[in-house]
């Protein structure tokens, strides 16, 4: 029997770059298979495709042996083909049932939302997808939003799942929710393909696994056969070293302390509610929690951009709750926000402009009239060759730079202020692998040095890979604060899952209960 | 086929010199042809009446001479245009700052007459102090739209709009009261000889005016490009929040650059009035106020383009204008030439949005593919 997807020698070129070359891949019903690439591999081009968004250069797409032409997504849910993406599409405001009958055509214009929702809940049981149907999706947690996405496509008979990164905003427990999920779906027959570029999860969950890299494909493999060592050498293309080595260190004094805390977001809901921590030199204090929960309204609050309402932070004694963002960087407050586009950067600027963001003054002549361009240059060349940014020259436009290097110079020219204390916020979010690993050395060389940091990660690899201590937020309170490395890794994990999906440490005393598996949210 | 796959969007406009440069050309050929073709029934000759422009425009030095008088405010509002507009504060009030600029240059120029407390006061110090009045008068005019804006936020065009026809009545207001000359008209008296700006090229119209906007548009280049507040400006038109991050006040730098607009915008109705006009009066303003802003856009928001700009544009109202007293041309014909330019140009803009591939570039597809029905 032919199998339920194929795609043979797809290719899209986009100007300057070719996305997809003669890409060929072949989907099993009954499969789950792992597509694995670093940013930039072709994944979301070669999906797109696949989903009617983008029209092949060439290439063939077969569905049960049966060539298939897709002009748009309508198309391909028609065939069976639904994709789930990153941000969800689904309407707040609706219940579960509107959201998935949505845009459906059957039973005429009028609505039949009774039956509908009787359907619903025969599919959730089957695939075991616990969802009320009458619930207002706003009042849904991430994982069960996801659940919905899942039934909306099951309701339209989709016989092949595409997930894009589809776990970046769960916490442990629905990953393995959705994991489970995943399986039963393989289990009745229906294909899913997973995007990721996550090496454990391909090996936890995938039967098949297909490594793509500069659009082509690099290898396609059973998952039970491969090691991470072998996926992330297939992937990067070269060996790279998956741990990093954190020297043990004592740590120095408290710098950056916090005390209750209090801010609000931007419709003025208390987004952080009563938030102490302390971070010493020498020490990295990860939190950990699910997006969202107030991690960019604490970081902004302490870097002076969201007014605090109530609360003291304080740097080396001094108290910087009042100070303007100026004064903060004067007193060596350094901060790495999350959106390095928008937030850490000015894309139409130079990199050489963007190098002296925030230290602008020291650069200038004539008493401070006007810039002094030589030294402006000077120093850009200077973070260009240190933090081994790829680029044509110091005068290019740093928007346009790939989201490693740009973040390069957003880390160089924080790191080159030497902070006493510096916020980190995703730092790593959308980089690959090199880039990542490159920014795990430069923030443990910061940490060697001596200076505070506060890194803000939503990766809770990450966390564990650099934290000394792990602290959890979930809906601007704090959960807890663990030292990491004094329980087995798999506890911690358990232990930062349950915290991250709103148990308090303290009511976590027994830590080998069984957790609940999947937490209340909201 | 169900769609047309031979135009794509494009994740980012593209900006090669190329693309802008034939947009731009594509754009002024295109207004030209559609303005020859209006003009038909007046001239058989739509070719002809466009040289002719050129000529009484640019071909003489008198022609030049009004075109330089026509262009300097132009200049100064474009020039206004550029910093607020570069700092993302989208100022529309320019006919306001014209006529406060106008209005307070008259009122200092009127106490320089004999017998008043100015007078004799010798130019170097005399023209440095009206520039500085009216510059005054119309930042503080603007720099309060931007206190607002930064303030209570909202949106300044509307209320820098409604600030125009504050203005307007407000120069009604004086030159029907406080300031009114004995006489049947509504006008002030004529400002003293001393006090006007002199000719710099002989037997024209062409004053000073039009230096001191060079001037400007040198100090604006050099204020934006090569000094921290105009680097501090312009990162917080880009981006307000990278700005804010990186320790820029951007309240403050909001307020600076409504202010230096509203000042540059003053010196417009200035020159108007030492140059041109020598008193105020109601419609001294007409439509220049907004005329500089498309100038600005014209020249891509630099200074140095938009002196370009505004010379062309100014050349081809002059020159339309001979056209019609020798021709009969209406000069409704060149203006709406002009404007189809403007719209034309700035249309153009989004077709860098888009990649134009031909049909026969995926021909492989079609071929291998076959349609399922
Ligand atoms: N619409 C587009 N126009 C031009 N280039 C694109 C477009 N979409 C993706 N690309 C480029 O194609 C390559 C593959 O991108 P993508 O498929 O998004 O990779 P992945 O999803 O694996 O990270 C990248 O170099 C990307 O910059
Ligand atoms: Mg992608």
Do not use: C
């Not at chain 1, 730079?401 to 979010?429: D, I």
């Not at chain 1, 959890?472 to 490395?485: D, F, P, S």
């Not at chain 2, 007046?42 to 466009?50: L, N």
């Not at chain 2, 529309?92 to 007078?119: I, K, N, S, Y």
């Amino acid at each position: 029997m032919a199998p339920l997807l194929e795609l043979r020698n797809i290719t899209k070129q986009f100007p300057g770059v070719l996305a997809d070359d003669r890409v060929s891949l072949t989907v099993e019903a009954g499969q789950i298979h792992a597509l694995l690439g670093e940013n930039g591999a072709g994944k979301s081009t070669l999906m797109h495709i696949l989903y009617g968004l983008y029209r092949a250069d060439a290439g063939e797409i077969l569905l049960e042996g049966q060539p298939l032409q897709l002009h748009s997504p309508a198309d391909a849910i028609a065939h069976g083909i639904g994709m789930i993406h990153q941000d969800f599409m689904l309407i707040p405001r609706f219940s579960v049932v509107e959201n998935v009958v949505i845009g459906l055509q059957e039973g005429g214009p009028q609505l039949d939302l009774r039956s509908a929702a009787v359907r619903l809940s025969d599919l959730a049981r089957q695939y075991g997808l616990a969802v009320d149907p009458e619930a207002r999706v706003e009042h849904l947690s991430v994982g069960v939003q996801q659940r919905v996405e899942i039934l909306k496509l099951l309701y339209r008979h989709a016989r092949l799942l595409i997930l894009d990164e589809p776990t970046g905003v769960l916490t442990p427990q629905e990953t393995e929710g959705l994991f489970a999920v995943l399986r039963r779906l393989a289990a009745q027959g229906h294909a899913v393909l997973l995007i990721t570029h996550k090496l454990h999860e391909v090996i936890d969950v995938a039967d098949q696994v297909t490594v793509l890299r500069d659009g082509r494909v690099i290898g396609s493999l059973p998952a039970r056969q491969s090691s991470a060592r072998q996926l992330a050498r297939m992937m990067v293309g070269r060996e790279v070293t998956l741990r990093v080595d954190k020297p043990a260190q004592q740590t120095g004094p408290p710098l950056l302390q916090i005390t209750d805390l209090r801010v609000r977001g931007d419709n003025g809901q208390p987004k952080v509610r009563g938030v102490t921590l302390t971070v010493h030199g020498g020490e990295i204090l990860g939190l950990a929690g699910v997006d969202g929960n107030g991690q960019s309204e604490l970081a902004e609050a302490l870097m002076g951009l969201r007014p605090v309402e109530a609360g003291q932070v304080t740097l080396a004694k001094k108290d910087l709750t009042r100070h303007s963002p100026a004064a903060r960087r004067a007193s060596h407050l350094g901060y790495i926000p999350a959106d390095r586009r928008q937030v850490g950067s000015i894309g139409p600027l130079s990199i050489a402009y963007n190098a002296v963001l925030g230290t602008l003054r020291r650069y200038t002549t004539w008493g401070g009239l006007f810039l002094n361009q030589g030294q402006i240059d000077r120093h850009a060349r200077h973070l260009v060759n240190e933090f081994d940014v790829r680029t044509p020259s110091i005068h290019f436009e740093a928007g346009k730079l790939s989201g490693g290097n740009l973040q390069k110079v957003v880390l160089g020219r924080e790191l080159l202020a030497r902070p006493t204390a510096l916020v980190v916020e995703q730092p790593t979010r959308g980089l690959d692998v090199g880039a990542t690993e490159y920014v795990h050395r430069q923030l443990l060389a910061e940490r060697s040095r001596g200076a505070a940091l506060l890194l803000i990660s939503a990766e809770l690899e990450e966390i564990l890979a650099l934290s000394d201590r792990i602290a959890v937020l979930y809906q601007g309170e704090i959960m807890g604060v663990l030292t990491a490395g004094t329980q087995d890794p798999n506890s911690q994990i358990e232990l930062l899952g349950l915290m991250m999906a709103g148990s308090p440490l303290a009511s976590l005393s027994n830590l080998h209960t069984p957790g609940r598996s999947d937490g209340p949210h909201g | 086929m169900a769609k047309s796959h031979w135009i794509e969007r494009r994740l980012q406009p593209t900006d090669s010199l190329l693309a802008t440069a034939t947009v731009t050309l594509a754009a002024i050929v295109l207004a030209l042809l559609l303005g020859g073709l209006l003009m038909l029934p007046f001239t058989p000759h739509p070719g002809q009446a466009y040289w002719a422009i050129v000529e009484n425009a640019f071909g003489s030095l008198r022609g030049l001479g009004f075109t330089l008088v026509k262009a300097t405010p132009l200049i100064l509002i474009a020039l206004g245009t550029i910093v607020a507009w570069r700092t993302s504060f989208f100022y529309l009030g320019f006919e306001g700052t014209l006529l406060l600029g106008a209005a307070a240059t008259v009122w200092v120029a009127l106490r320089a007459a004999p017998q008043e407390g100015l007078a004799g006061l010798p130019g170097w110090i005399f023209f440095p102090l009206v520039i500085g009045a009216a510059f005054a008068a119309g930042g503080l005019w603007a720099g309060a739209v931007g206190f607002l804006r930064s303030r209570f936020g909202g949106n300044e065009v509307l209320v820098s709009l409604m600030t125009n026809y504050v203005a307007i009545l407000l120069v009604n207001y004086l030159v029907s009261g406080p300031l009114r000359a004995p006489g049947d008209l509504p006008q002030t008296e004529r400002i003293p000889e001393t006090t006007l700006l002199p000719f710099f090229i002989p037997d024209t119209r062409a004053h000073a005016g039009f230096l001191l906007a060079l001037l400007a548009a040198l100090l604006v280049w050099l204020f934006l490009r090569r000094t921290p507040l105009g680097y501090e400006l312009i990162a917080t038109g880009f981006s307000e929040r990278a700005a804010r991050y990186g320790g820029i006040p951007t309240s403050q730098r909001l307020v600076l650059a409504a202010f230096l607009a509203g000042g540059l915008g003053a010196l417009a109705g200035l020159v108007e009035v030492l140059g041109v006009q020598f008193r105020l009066m109601d419609g001294i303003a007409q439509g220049t106020g907004f005329v500089g802003v498309v100038v600005a856009l014209l020249g891509k928001l630099n200074p140095l383009g938009s002196v370009v700009a505004a010379i062309l544009y100014a050349g081809m109202g002059v020159g339309s204008e001979v056209l019609q007293r020798r021709a009969g041309l209406p000069s409704s014909v060149i203006f709406i030439v002009q404007s189809l330019i403007v719209l034309l140009i700035l249309a153009g803009d989004l077709l860098r949005y888009y990649r134009f591939t031909w049909p026969f570039r995926t021909g492989r597809l079609t071929a291998t593919a076959r349609p399922r029905e």
